[in-house]
């Protein structure tokens, strides 16, 4: 680990300014990443901006939906009864993710800029096009059986790694950012970029500007929202691929739904072909089929993840059933 | 190299400490206050070794910088016994042979005290998943289980 200069902010102006006033500044939240990537040599900043003493944390109650402070560690958001009765989803994302230990300390905005777990990325002398821009994807040729089916680029195929943002994809969450001349309101859908030629680039966000909060608005599909994740042990492990629903039925007839999926793309991935399948159904088997397919319809698997196409289906399957049955 | 410094409320002693930030938690009590009690396993988060409570909840020590807990409470396996009184998770990893090599038990003791405040341990099945965070590679696990069962029914 270089050595670093370690600042801790008390108020959010400083601590955007002074992340911003260095070009090789690291943000440090709950460090359950930055401190991997820093003892891991991926990450070298010449300065640490500690945001811990930022009055940015819990969960408040507004509008009928809930604004999460960017510094709620993930077991207050697990524990909270408004996320547990109205947001089931994330609830059950939360405690699918890390262990008990790490979501004591991992904060809801840093899991949604947690850096992937390609071994290619977290290995500072093999060449990544993500982690060292022009030197090439050791993935493709490489070891890829845990990559990308959908949304990858012939530069990286490195899968996101956060399952708190698969399930606020498809709650519709919103990011509120602050930078030094503005603040942003910015939908978890739009935050994300695809790698195509700059994977190295993996959000809308600028240097030094900062999550202050995340905002679940109250809709018509929340409540009936659940969260699955196949990963290869019972616990404590990234996903395989993981799926977050969420759906609106009256009548018997899907009149919206969300659906999102982790482990599978290099951002939290929007299957917005099988929203378009259910939206208008009854919750058949068929109309369940339908969708699952639907989902990997543009899936771009490898020589070694094809099953990861036929595992989106299965656990779309399950999941799209366990919510149609009531959540 | 700039050092900052930060107290650190340690097992009930108080200790001042001038630290290059680098330094994570861990490497802060073993090497500079010198309670080894905490391990180091895996050194990435990932066996659960180095678990203590930190203001009461359990975290990985390795994981996170000592710096960042300037004016903190900690507890490690060295802070629970009194005088010769066995804190009672301790007394029930050994009344259920919850070990064999012994190295990964200050964790499991902490994080299951950590367990047990967080009111997780109402069955078999969800004291495994809560803790999932700490491993133990001689498999000791049904006894671990069962250690954390007794003190969870007793309470």
């Known amino acids: 680990m270089a050595p670093l200069e370690y600042l801790r902010p008390s108020d959010e102006g400083a601590a955007i300014a002074l992340a911003e006033a260095d070009g090789r500044a690291c943000l440090l939240a709950g460090g359950t990443d930055v401190v991997g990537l820093l003892k891991d040599g991926v990450l070298a900043p010449s300065r640490l901006v500690d945001i811990n003493a930022l009055p940015i944390a819990g969960v408040e ?24 009765g109205r947001f089931p989803a994330l609830a059950h994302a939360v405690l699918a993710a890390a262990s008990p230990q790490l979501r004591n300390m991992a904060t809801v905005g840093g899991s949604l800029l947690q850096r992937t777990r390609c071994g290619y990325f977290r290995d500072p002398v093999t060449p990544c096009n993500k982690r060292a821009p022009g030197t090439g994807c050791s993935a493709i040729d490489g070891e890829h059986r845990l990559h990308a089916i959908l949304g990858g680029s012939d530069r990286c195929i490195a899968v996101h790694p956060s399952d708190p943002a698969v399930a606020l994809l498809a709650l519709d969450a919103v990011v509120r950012t602050r930078g030094s001349r503005k603040e942003r309101a910015i939908p978890v859908d739009d935050l994300y970029l695809l790698p195509g030629s700059t994977p190295e680039r993996e959000t809308l966000l600028e240097h030094g500007e900062l999550i202050v909060a995340v905002e679940l608005p109250a809709t018509s599909f929340a409540a009936r929202s659940c969260y699955l994740k196949v990963r290869e042990r019972a616990s404590f492990e990234f996903a395989l691929v993981s799926a977050a629903v969420a759906l609106d039925v009256r009548g018997g007839v899907i009149r919206t739904a969300r659906v999102a999926l982790g482990g599978v793309a290099p951002r939290p991935w929007r299957a917005r072909a099988a929203e378009a399948v259910l939206r208008g159904s009854r919750m058949t088997e068929a109309t369940i089929a339908a969708a699952a397919s639907a989902a990997v319809r543009d899936a771009r698997p490898r020589e070694q993840n094809a099953f990861k196409v036929e595992l989106v289906r299965r656990v779309l399957t399950r999941v799209l059933a366990t919510a149609g049955a009531g959540g | ?34 309670l080894t009690g905490a391990k180091k396993g895996c050194d990435r988060g990932e066996c659960g070794t180095c678990t203590v409570l930190v203001d009461g909840r359990r975290v990985y020590a390795c994981l996170t910088l000592a710096v960042m807990h300037d004016g903190a409470t900690v507890t490690t396996v060295e802070g629970l016994a009194d005088g010769t009184d066995l804190h009672p998770l301790q007394q029930a990893f ?59 029914g007793a309470q």
């Open chain 1, 61 to 84: 109650i507004r509008d009928g939906g809930l604004s999460i402070g960017a510094l709620t560690r993930l077991s207050d958001v697990a524990d909270h009864p408004a996320v547990r």
């Open chain 2, 94 to 152: 050994i009344s259920r042979d919850a070990l064999q090599c012994g190295f990964c038990t200050p964790g499991q003791i902490l994080s299951a005290i950590g367990l047990l405040a967080e009111g997780r341990a109402t069955s078999e099945q969800e004291i495994r998943e809560f803790m999932s965070g700490n491993l133990c590679r001689c498999g000791a696990y049904p006894n671990i289980v069962a250690a954390i069962r007794d003190v969870a």
């Open chain 2, 1 to 34: 190299m700039t050092r900052t410094e930060i107290t650190l409320s340690v097992n009930g002693c108080q200790h001042t400490l001038a630290l290059d930030p680098r330094v994570t938690l861990l490497d802060a009590l073993r090497e500079v206050i010198g």
